[in-house]
């Protein structure tokens, strides 16, 4: 089935510790997205990517990389993970741009302790 | 000010009910719009594109006023399957999608 997925659904992690979040798409989409949602909150763009091997920042990077080696897979990295980056986070791909609708994966719920 | 504002809600109505929902927005080079639609911690999932000219699909209507930069959200005849947070997004020509915090509608039988 086409789709995006994420891994792993949940994690409860120790401070300090690194981590990546995985997102695959197979509908062979050109953007892909990383937001973050707090409780009560709208989603916030933490990276995006137009291309294969091209990257931004979004609104709220600082803490967080990300790659993008081919069209398929876009790693989230928190590098030194600290309790405000406890939240859900959502990968998302479109087909060119953000100008199209995004697709969106399960989610992945991260706490920081 | 945020970029994009949406009602901040809770809208509690009826089954049937008629509720409307706005969002506005701050960056006039703003490109495109959508109303997207979350259920209780899963992912968002499109309802409509917004349409200059306005557009209709089945009891949702979605316009935009690009004078005021708002776009507006209309549910006519509201199901109880309706209830979820609706999520207002502007895209600038830059490629950056910007999210509203959500409105939350719940309909009562």
């Known amino acids: 089935i086409a789709g995006i997925t994420q891994a792993p659904t949940s994690q409860i992690l120790a401070a300090g510790r690194r981590m990546t979040l995985r997102c695959t798409q197979d509908?062979?989409?050109?953007?892909m997205y990383w937001y973050r949602q707090d409780l009560g909150l709208g989603l916030r763009l933490i990276h995006y990517?137009?291309?294969?091997?091209?990257?931004g920042k979004g609104e709220v990077p600082d803490g967080y990389s990300v790659s993008r080696a081919n069209t398929d897979d876009f790693p989230l990295t928190l590098a030194s993970a600290v309790p405000s980056q406890t939240s859900v986070y959502f990968c998302?791909?479109?087909?060119?741009?953000?100008?199209?609708?995004?697709?969106f994966g399960p989610g992945t719920r991260l706490t920081v302790l | 000010r945020k970029e994009v504002e949406q009602d901040p809600g809770p809208f509690n109505v009826p089954e049937g009910a008629t509720v409307a929902f706005n969002c506005t927005y701050s960056?006039?080079?703003?490109?495109?719009f959508f109303w997207y639609r979350q259920d209780c911690r899963k992912e968002p999932k499109l309802l409509m594109s917004v349409y200059s000219s306005g557009n209709e699909d089945g009891r949702f209507t979605a316009q935009l006023n690009r004078a005021s930069q708002y776009i507006s959200l209309l549910i006519r005849d509201s199901k109880l399957s309706d209830s979820a947070t609706y999520l207002c997004v502007v895209n600038t020509n830059a490629g950056k999608s910007t999210f509203g915090d959500g409105t939350t509608l719940t309909v009562k039988p």
């Open positions: 509908m062979r989409h050109n953007a």
């Open positions: 998302a791909s479109s087909l060119s741009g953000a100008e199209d609708t995004q697709y």
């Open positions: 960056n006039s080079a703003s490109q495109s």
């Open positions: 990517s137009n291309t294969a091997g091209t990257t």
